[in-house]
Each structure stands twice: as C-alpha cells, then as structure tokens.
C-alpha cells in the first residue's frame, strides 16, 4: 500500500508486520488516535491546551515563532508544575528562516560555587547515601529557564517580553482549570515534596491537597516573578530582588545557591550535531544532554533493514534495543560537561563507529555490554515547538527534572526549584563527576529533521531517558514505516531500561541486560519472539514519554501538527 507523507513528497510502502491491527479508521492510518491538524499560517503543539491558544494568540498579534514558545513555556510552568518552571532548565532548536539556518541553545544551569566535592560527599554521609538525593537542597542547581527565554528573545524576538508574558500572568493571577494527566502527577507530587524547605504548600496546594482535574488553580506569587521579569528583564531574576531573596533563603535554610550563582550565569549558543538516515538529518545538541544518543542509533541501526523486519516485529525490536544497549553504555561514560570534560563527540556519532558498534549485534539479547572506544573514530519535563508565517520553527524543551523537582520553594516567588543536580556522578574517575559551577549530565533533548537542507519536522518526545529512544521511534515509524505524524506517534511505543547511566562509577557496565517495557499494542507474538531471543520483556503503564511535533509541508505550503494521546495536549494552527 503506497501512502504521501506530507511535505516529504516520496511515496512510502507501509509494512504490514504481523499481528498488525486491523484498520480502525476509514482513512487507513491505523496507528493514530486522530488526523493530523493542517493549516496555513502558524502551528503550536505542547502539552496543555491553553498554553497551545497562547502560543497561537501571541502570532495572531503579530509575534513570531519564539515569541509564542516563550509565551507557551511561561504558561506551562504554571499549568503543569509537574513538569517544568523557572525553576529548571530550558533547551531549543530554532529554524530561522532568515538565515536559512538551525540554532541550538543550552540553557541549562550549573551547581553552586559555595558546595566543594568534600562539603558535597560530608552532606551525603550524614545523609547514609553514596548518591544524591532527589528532593530538598543539594540536587539544586542553578535554573537557566529564564536566561534561556530573554537569550532566545534577544536573538530572535519580535514583540515586547511585557506582551508576551501577559497571557501567563493574566492565567496566574485569575486562575485557570487543571487538565486530567497535570492532576494526576501533581497529586502524587504532594505528599513527597511537602517537607521540603520553603513554602510548597502554600504555593502548590489548596488546603493542603493538589488542584483536582477541572478545579480552578491560581498562582499570584508566580503572576507577580513574571511581572518583574516582563519588567525589569533577565537581570531581574539573576541579578534582582529574586536573586537576593533566593540567597537570604538559601542561607537560612542550609542551601547553596548564592548570588554569586545567579550573577555569574549564562546560557551558550552551541551548534546542533547531525546525522543522516535514509536521506533525512536528525538533529540533536551537544552534552551536557543526552541527544546524541538517538544519534549513535541511528549511525548503528542504519546497517540494518528495519523496514523488511516490519514495524514492531520480534526482529525490528530486537535491533532497536541492542542498539540502544551500546549507546547508552556510551552515554554513561562520555556524556558530562563539555567545560570539564574532553569528550570524543565526534567519534561517537561518526559512520564508522556505528558501523562497528553493529557488528556487536547478534541475534540474541546481549546481557553484557560495554562502552566502546569513540576515541578511535574522531575527525518528567514538557516539550512544545511552534511555527509561523515566515517559516521560523521552534523545538523547545523544559524540565525541573523529576516531576516537580526538589520541592524547594522560596516564599512569594511562586516556583519550586529543578533537582538536575542528583545527575551528578560522585566517582572522581568519572567525566560527570560532580564539580563546583559544572553542568550537571541533562535529559532534556530538542529534535529537528531536515531533507536536503530544507527544514522539515521539529519534534520532541519528553520524559528521562525514554527520549533519544522515542526520537528514534519516531523517525523510524515515518521514514520505515511510512507513518504520518500523528501516527508516529501514536504508535505503540517500547522503551529499554536498566542501562548504566552517568551517575554510576566509571567502572560500571551493563551486566544483565537489562529490561524491555512495551505498551499493550505491541503485539504478543513480537513479545514471545522477543523472550525467546533472551529479552526480559514486560508491559509497562506510562513512561513512554509525549509527543509533540509540527512539520512544514513544502509541496503544499502549509503546517501540519500532531499531539499524542498520552498526554493532555493539543495541535492547533490557524
């Protein structure tokens, strides 16, 4: 069966694998939960549909694409505190379709100058702990979001940052209603952070307890934090009364953070690395972040046919897992801060050295796996993106990390601050070792395809480590699988656990396998297939990540956007 995907103008077969489902929709298109949205001037996905209509009303004014991604990311930090804020970190890709050019920028943040390796190992063993920990004072690192929106504005911005944080105020200050998925996660959140230091409470519950779905949410601390930013700008925040007051705070407190941190931060403009597959570039930054992850994949699997093994055959599967297996062994042992640590970037993601790591699949689940010799080869978090009119594209991503981070709140400042810092590794051999004013290894990944030069899909799938592997996922459903970009998402999704991550020793390698986890519509004749080749293979609830993507139509001249069923979000254009 021959279908278009839009704006690729190729013809792709769609493999019919077995234990296929049948054809639920009268379109043909199986795998998806609904049509694509399609329109002519401007697109926004995220993952909460109120910021969606801001994203769009900000371009309707005259805005662009970055302004609207700031607008949208401002509104998400206080409609899903489950899953980013200023509090956190920020990471983006930007068509500019001025300069016909990709931008990437990591603006992520760094630990504090005052907590030396020895304070930082001393508060651990007070703790009874070898790692940190997840929630209270010294997974905190300084937040880049805000830094990360006025670099963005700077560059590329259109309208005034009053303008385009009203909506967010405005939301703030009257309230909005809490969507089906934020409350779920929200109320799980409570009874964990609620001791942390600060004012959780009083700032994220009403009595005491998460906003339930559909219940009115506002939150005038954070109204007033984006009325001195709309005002007094970047520096308002870094170097202003919020600075100052997070100081005093901390102080009391037994934090870190220091004026000082906040002084002295700032965001880079790096150069997005890719790779090619098939005829389409998949791009990604550079570490401190994970994404060149879901580039060593693509450089591994593309020595293999994964459109004759079939979409979520026993044999499709199998290579995707081993091919994760390999480079995230990679990526526990070379991905850290760029500032600290020499790393073989581009013997990593280079043809040869994927070439070779291939050879290391059999046709057995590998139980032992190690990290390879790059070296030789060298020469919980929301993702959004937005479009307009001009052609200006966005991939943006934000997090606090876990959920809703330390759970560390300052009085009246209406945030609570990411713990990316429990990704430090505590081995001095290590390259993620934790280190003063260092970056600590960062989730958090933004996606991009291009073909032929041109911009084609800016996409994302959110969530830990699940997304270099949803990045794959995904660009394989399309390219192998000929899948529209609804579908490609809503795509029965696996994920592969148990890896070595960067915070274990330098030692630590892969021993038993690890785990598959996939999702009922992966069909049991894949699984059985799977167990037999060695795989541990169980069903997983969540944890697949969430999709969001826009792709430029250039056959047609228009946007088209998609928004995966796991989440609460929408795809719209106008």
Same mark, same amino acid.
């Given at each position: 069966?021959?279908?278009?995907?839009?704006?690729?103008?190729?013809?792709?077969?769609?493999?019919?694998?077995?234990?296929?489902?049948?054809?639920?929709?009268?379109?043909?298109?199986?795998?998806?939960?609904?049509?694509?949205?399609?329109?002519?001037?401007?697109?926004?996905?995220?993952? !909460?549909?109120?910021?969606?209509?801001?994203?769009?009303?900000?371009?309707? !004014?005259?805005?662009?694409?970055?302004?609207?991604?700031?607008?949208?990311?401002?509104?998400?930090?206080?409609?899903?505190?489950?899953?980013?804020?200023?509090?956190?970190?920020?990471?983006?890709?930007?068509?500019?379709?001025?300069?016909?050019?990709?931008?990437?920028?990591? %603006?992520?943040?760094?630990?504090?100058?005052?907590?030396?390796?020895?304070?930082?190992?001393?508060?651990?063993?007070?703790?009874?702990?070898?790692?940190?920990?997840?929630?209270?004072?010294?997974?905190?690192?300084?937040?880049?979001?805000?830094?990360?929106?006025?670099?963005?504005?700077?560059?590329?911005?259109?309208?005034?940052?009053?303008?385009?944080?009203?909506?967010?105020?405005?939301?703030?200050?009257?309230?909005?209603?809490?969507?089906?998925?934020?409350?779920?996660?929200?109320?799980?959140?409570?009874?964990?952070?609620?001791? !942390?230091?600060?004012?959780?409470?009083?700032?994220?519950?009403?009595?005491?307890?998460?906003?339930?779905?559909?219940?009115?949410?506002?939150?005038?601390?954070?109204?007033?934090?984006?009325?001195?930013?709309?005002?007094?700008?970047?520096?308002?925040?870094?170097?202003?009364?919020?600075?100052?007051?997070?100081?005093?705070?901390? =102080?009391?407190?037994?934090?870190?953070?220091?004026?000082?941190?906040?002084?002295?931060?700032?965001?880079?403009?790096?150069?997005?690395?890719?790779?090619?597959?098939?005829?389409?570039?998949?791009?990604?930054?550079?570490?401190?972040?994970?994404?060149?992850?879901?580039?060593?994949?693509?450089?591994?699997?593309?020595?293999?046919?994964?459109?004759?093994?079939?979409?979520?055959?026993?044999?499709?599967?199998?290579?995707?897992?081993?091919?994760?297996?390999?480079?995230?062994?990679? =990526?526990?042992?070379?991905?850290?801060?760029?500032?600290?640590?020499?790393?073989?970037?581009?013997?990593?993601?280079?043809?040869?050295?994927?070439?070779? =790591?291939?050879?290391?699949?059999?046709?057995?689940?590998?139980?032992?796996?190690? %990290?390879?010799?790059?070296?030789?080869?060298?020469?919980?978090?929301?993702?959004?993106?937005?479009?307009?009119?001009?052609?200006?594209?966005?991939?943006?991503?934000?997090?606090?990390?876990?959920?809703?981070?330390?759970?560390?709140?300052?009085?009246?400042?209406?945030?609570?601050? !990411?713990?990316?810092?429990?990704?430090?590794?505590?081995?001095?051999?290590?390259?993620?070792?934790?280190?003063?004013?260092?970056?600590?290894?960062?989730?958090?990944?933004?996606?991009?395809?291009?073909?032929?030069?041109?911009?084609?899909?800016?996409?994302?799938?959110?969530?830990?480590?699940?997304?270099?592997?949803?990045?794959?996922?995904?660009?394989?459903?399309?390219?192998?699988?000929?899948?529209?970009?609804?579908?490609?998402?809503?795509?029965?999704?696996?994920?592969?656990?148990?890896?070595?991550?960067?915070?274990?020793?330098?030692?630590?390698?892969?021993?038993?396998?690890?785990?598959?986890?996939?999702?009922?519509?992966?069909?049991?004749?894949?699984?059985?297939?799977?167990?037999?080749?060695?795989?541990?293979?169980?069903?997983?609830?969540?944890?697949?990540?969430?999709?969001?993507?826009?792709?430029?139509?250039?056959?047609?001249?228009?946007?088209?956007?998609?928004?995966?069923?796991?989440?609460?979000?929408?795809? %719209?254009?106008?």
């Amino acid at each position: 069966m021959k279908r278009l995907l839009l704006g690729l103008g190729v013809g792709f077969s769609l493999a019919l694998s077995s234990g296929a489902h049948s054809y639920d929709r009268i379109t043909g298109e199986r795998f998806a939960s609904r049509s694509e949205v399609i329109a002519q001037q401007a697109m926004a996905a995220t993952s !909460q549909p109120l910021a969606t209509q801001i994203a769009l009303q900000i371009m309707q !004014q005259g805005g662009n694409a970055i302004d609207a991604a700031i607008a949208a990311n401002a509104a998400l930090g206080l409609m899903e505190p489950t899953g980013n804020g200023i509090g956190g970190d920020l990471y983006a890709i930007v068509w500019d379709a001025k300069s016909q050019k990709l931008h990437g920028l990591n %603006a992520s943040g760094r630990s504090p100058l005052s907590l030396s390796y020895d304070m930082l190992a001393h508060e651990l063993q007070k703790l009874g702990r070898t790692d940190l920990p997840p929630h209270g004072m010294l997974p905190i690192s300084v937040p880049g979001a805000v830094d990360g929106w006025f670099e963005l504005h700077k560059k590329f911005g259109r309208l005034p940052m009053a303008d385009i944080l009203q909506p967010a105020i405005s939301y703030a200050d009257n309230g909005f209603p809490v969507s089906e998925l934020i409350a779920y996660y929200w109320d799980r959140s409570v009874p964990v952070l609620s001791p !942390q230091p600060g004012d959780f409470v009083g700032t994220f519950t009403l009595n005491g307890k998460a906003p339930a779905k559909g219940q009115l949410f506002k939150n005038p601390a954070l109204a007033n934090t984006y009325k001195a930013l709309a005002k007094g700008g970047r520096d308002a925040f870094y170097k202003g009364e919020i600075a100052v007051a997070i100081d005093r705070f901390m =102080r009391a407190n037994g934090g870190y953070l220091r004026f000082a941190d906040f002084a002295n931060h700032r965001s880079d403009w790096v150069e997005p690395l890719g790779v090619d597959y098939k005829g389409y570039t998949l791009w990604e930054l550079p570490p401190n972040g994970q994404g060149i992850a879901a580039l060593q994949m693509l450089q591994i699997l593309k020595n293999f046919d994964l459109k004759a093994a079939g979409f979520n055959s026993a044999e499709s599967l199998h290579l995707m897992v081993e091919a994760k297996k390999l480079a995230f062994e990679d =990526r526990a042992k070379f991905y850290a801060d760029s500032d600290f640590a020499k790393q073989p970037i581009a013997g990593l993601i280079s043809e040869a050295y994927g070439r070779e =790591r291939a050879k290391l699949i059999g046709d057995k689940a590998a139980k032992r796996v190690d %990290a390879g010799n790059p070296h030789l080869y060298e020469g919980d978090t929301i993702y959004m993106t937005t479009a307009d009119k001009d052609g200006n594209m966005v991939s943006l991503i934000q997090s606090n990390y876990r959920g809703m981070g330390s759970g560390v709140v300052v009085p009246g400042l209406g945030f609570v601050f !990411q713990d990316r810092g429990q990704l430090f590794s505590m081995d001095k051999k290590h390259a993620n070792v934790y280190a003063p004013g260092k970056r600590p290894f960062n989730t958090i990944i933004p996606a991009f395809i291009t073909k032929d030069g041109k911009p084609l899909i800016s996409y994302g799938v959110m969530g830990g480590a699940m997304q270099p592997q949803g990045h794959v996922q995904v660009l394989v459903n399309m390219v192998d699988y000929g899948m529209n970009l609804q579908e490609a998402g809503d795509a029965a999704r696996w994920q592969h656990l148990g890896s070595t991550e960067p915070t274990d020793g330098s030692d630590m390698y892969l021993q038993n396998g690890g785990y598959i986890e996939v999702e009922r519509g992966v069909p049991y004749d894949t699984v059985r297939e799977l167990m037999k080749k060695g795989h541990d293979v169980r069903y997983g609830l969540g944890g697949y990540g969430g999709y969001q993507a826009i792709m430029r139509d250039h056959a047609n001249g228009v946007w088209v956007g998609a928004s995966e069923s796991r989440k609460d979000g929408q795809a %719209a254009g106008y």
